[in-house]
Nanobody, 116 residues
């Protein structure tokens, strides 16, 4: 099993920036890719960004050009740099580890609120 702990959420004004962190521990060797998901009130959880072990990245169309996912393998940490934030980015953001077995491990989530 992989344990994930997110941090870095908060309240920010439109146009502002935040950086989320996700520290992984446990069965790190079993991780295939790392994801950031988000879930807004009344909406389904959606994939925001993904990074593979080789560093390949994918983004949801709604965040392309504004968000950047990266990883520090030495620290077992994945980051989500969020720039030019919009009110519609308000959600609980979850870090997820997709293991080679096909199963997911999830963090507890961190709230991001974009509001003036």
């Amino acid at each position: 099993q992989v344990q994930l702990v997110e941090s870095g959420g908060g309240l920010v004004q439109p146009g502002g920036t935040l950086r989320l962190s996700c520290a992984a521990s446990g069965s790190i060797f079993s991780i295939n890719v790392m994801d950031w998901y988000r879930q807004a009130p009344g909406k389904q959880r959606e994939l925001v960004a993904r990074i593979s072990g080789g560093g390949n990245t994918n983004y949801a169309d709604s965040v392309k050009g504004r968000f950047t996912i990266s990883r520090d393998n030495a620290r077992n940490t994945v980051y989500l740099q969020m720039n030019s934030l919009k009110p519609e980015d308000t959600a609980v953001y979850y870090c997820a580890a997709l293991r080679r077995s096909g199963s997911f491990d999830w963090g507890q989530g961190t709230q991001v609120t974009v509001s003036s």
